[in-house]
C-alpha cells in the first residue's frame, strides 16, 4: 500500500501550464479586457438578482428561489475560473498547481451539474405554473422547492466526487500543459497517458444522468407547456404565457448547447483547440447574460430592481 501510494505521489506532478490563447500574443490583451468586463457584470448582475430576490415581498414564489439558486451558481461558476484566467493572461507564467487545478475541476463540475438540475426544477416550476395554475400553490409549497434545491447541490457534489476520485488517480507523463483557460475532467483525460476507458467510460455515464436526463426533462415539460398555451383562447394569455417561459427556455439553450457538444463525445476525441472556446463560452458568457435576460424579459424583476434603486438613490441624496 506504502508503495503504491510513493507511486502514485511521484506520479502527481507539480504544476500544468494553462496554455490559453499564449499561442495567438495578439490575442491577449483583447480576450483580458472581454473577461474583466464580463466578470465585473457577471458579478453585479447575479448579486443584484440574489439580494432583490431575498429582500423583495414580492419577489417570493418559487420561481425566485430557483432564480436566486440559478444566480448564485453563475457567481461560483465565474469566480472558480475567470481570476485565475486573469491572472494568468497578465502573467508570463501560465501555470496553474496540481492540487488548485483539482480544486478547479471539482468545484467547477459540482457547479455545472447544479445548475442543470435546478434547470430542470424551473421547468418543472413553469409546467405546474401553466398546466395546473389552480393547484400551483399548493404543489408548489416552499419546502418542497428547498428540497429540490437540496437534491441539486447534493447530487452536483456527488457527481464531482466521483470524478475527482477517478481523475486524481491518473498519471500524467511528459509535460503538463493543458490547451485551455482552466481545468476540466475531460482535458485532464485527454492529458493522461493511461487507459482512460474507465473514466471515459464513468464520464459518458454521469453526463447522461446529469446532462441528458435533465434535459429531456426540461423539452418534456415545455412541450407539455406548449400544448397547454396553444388551448388557450386569448392571443394576450398566450403571450403572457409563452412569456414567462422565454426566459427560462434561452438560459437552457445558452447552458446546454456547448455542454452537449463538450460531453456527449468520448474524451478520447476531445478536441482541446475547440473546447477551450467553448467552455470560455458557457464558463463566462452565459453567467454573464443570465442576469440580463431574466431582468429584461421579467417585468416583476425589472420593476424591484427598479424601487430599490430608487430607495438607494433617495437614502444617498
Same mark, same amino acid.
Given at each position: 500500500?506504502? &508503495?503504491?501510494?510513493?507511486?502514485?505521489?511521484?506520479?502527481?506532478?507539480?504544476? +500544468?501550464?494553462?496554455?490559453?490563447?499564449?499561442?495567438?500574443?495578439?490575442?491577449?490583451?483583447?480576450?483580458?479586457?472581454?473577461?474583466?468586463?464580463?466578470?465585473?457584470?457577471?458579478?453585479?448582475?447575479?448579486?443584484?438578482?440574489?439580494?432583490?430576490?431575498?429582500?423583495?415581498?414580492?419577489?417570493?414564489?418559487?420561481?425566485?428561489?430557483?432564480?436566486?439558486?440559478?444566480?448564485?451558481?453563475?457567481?461560483?461558476?465565474?469566480?472558480?475560473?475567470?481570476?485565475?484566467?486573469?491572472?494568468?493572461?497578465? &502573467?508570463?507564467?501560465?501555470?496553474?498547481?496540481?492540487?488548485?487545478?483539482?480544486?478547479?475541476?471539482?468545484?467547477?463540475? *459540482?457547479?455545472?451539474?447544479?445548475?442543470?438540475?435546478?434547470?430542470?426544477?424551473?421547468?418543472?416550476?413553469?409546467?405546474?405554473?401553466?398546466?395546473?395554475?389552480?393547484?400551483?400553490?399548493?404543489?408548489?409549497?416552499?419546502?418542497?422547492?428547498?428540497?429540490?434545491?437540496?437534491?441539486? *447541490? =447534493?447530487?452536483? +457534489?456527488?457527481?464531482?466526487?466521483?470524478?475527482?476520485?477517478?481523475?486524481?488517480?491518473?498519471?500524467?507523463?511528459?509535460?503538463?500543459?493543458?490547451?485551455?483557460?482552466?481545468?476540466?475532467?475531460?482535458? #485532464?483525460?485527454?492529458?493522461?497517458?493511461?487507459?482512460?476507458?474507465?473514466?471515459?467510460?464513468?464520464?459518458?455515464?454521469?453526463?447522461?444522468?446529469?446532462?441528458?436526463?435533465?434535459?429531456?426533462?426540461?423539452?418534456?415539460?415545455?412541450?407539455? =407547456?406548449?400544448?397547454?398555451?396553444?388551448?388557450?383562447?386569448?392571443?394576450?394569455?398566450?403571450?403572457?404565457?409563452?412569456?414567462?417561459?422565454? &426566459?427560462?427556455?434561452?438560459?437552457? &439553450?445558452?447552458?446546454?448547447?456547448?455542454? #452537449?457538444?463538450?460531453?456527449?463525445?468520448?474524451?478520447?476525441?476531445?478536441?482541446?483547440?475547440?473546447?477551450?472556446?467553448?467552455?470560455?463560452?458557457?464558463?463566462?458568457?452565459?453567467?454573464?447574460?443570465?442576469?440580463?435576460?431574466?431582468?429584461?424579459?421579467?417585468?416583476?424583476?425589472?420593476?424591484?430592481?427598479?424601487?430599490?434603486?430608487?430607495?438607494?438613490?433617495?437614502?444617498?441624496?
Amino acid at each position: 500500500m506504502r &508503495s503504491g501510494n510513493h507511486s502514485f505521489l511521484e506520479d502527481s506532478p507539480k504544476n +500544468f501550464i494553462l496554455l490559453g490563447v499564449s499561442d495567438r500574443p495578439w490575442l491577449e490583451l483583447p480576450l483580458f479586457v472581454v473577461l474583466l468586463v464580463s466578470y465585473i457584470l457577471a458579478v453585479l448582475g447575479n448579486i443584484a438578482i440574489i439580494v432583490v430576490s431575498r429582500i423583495d415581498p414580492q419577489l417570493q414564489s418559487p420561481m425566485y428561489i430557483f432564480l436566486s439558486h440559478l444566480s448564485f451558481l453563475d457567481l461560483c461558476y465565474t469566480t472558480t475560473t475567470v481570476p485565475q484566467m486573469l491572472f494568468n493572461m497578465g &502573467s508570463s507564467r501560465k501555470t496553474i498547481s496540481y492540487g488548485g487545478c483539482t480544486v478547479q475541476y471539482a468545484i467547477f463540475h *459540482w457547479l455545472g451539474c447544479t445548475e442543470c438540475i435546478v434547470l430542470a426544477s424551473m421547468a418543472l416550476d413553469r409546467y405546474v405554473a401553466i398546466c395546473e395554475p389552480l393547484r400551483y400553490a399548493v404543489i408548489m409549497r416552499r419546502p418542497l422547492c428547498q428540497q429540490l434545491v437540496a437534491v441539486a *447541490w =447534493i447530487s452536483g +457534489f456527488g457527481n464531482s466526487l466521483v470524478q475527482v476520485v477517478l481523475t486524481v488517480q491518473l498519471p500524467f507523463c511528459g509535460e503538463q500543459v493543458l490547451n485551455n483557460f482552466f481545468c476540466e475532467v475531460p482535458a #485532464m483525460i485527454k492529458l493522461s497517458c493511461a487507459d482512460t476507458a474507465v473514466n471515459d467510460a464513468t464520464l459518458a455515464v454521469l453526463v447522461a444522468f446529469f446532462v441528458v436526463v435533465p434535459l429531456a426533462l426540461i423539452l418534456l415539460s415545455y412541450g407539455f =407547456i406548449a400544448r397547454a398555451v396553444l388551448r388557450i383562447q386569448s392571443s394576450k394569455g398566450r403571450h403572457k404565457a409563452f412569456g414567462t417561459c422565454s &426566459s427560462h427556455l434561452v438560459v437552457v &439553450s445558452l447552458f446546454y448547447l456547448p455542454a #452537449m457538444y463538450m460531453y456527449l463525445q468520448p474524451p478520447s476525441s476531445y478536441s482541446q483547440e475547440q473546447g477551450k472556446f467553448i467552455s470560455l463560452f458557457y464558463s463566462i458568457i452565459t453567467p454573464t447574460l443570465n442576469p440580463f435576460i431574466y431582468t429584461l424579459r421579467n417585468k416583476d424583476v425589472k420593476r424591484a430592481l427598479k424601487r430599490h434603486l430608487e430607495r438607494i438613490w433617495r437614502i444617498c441624496r
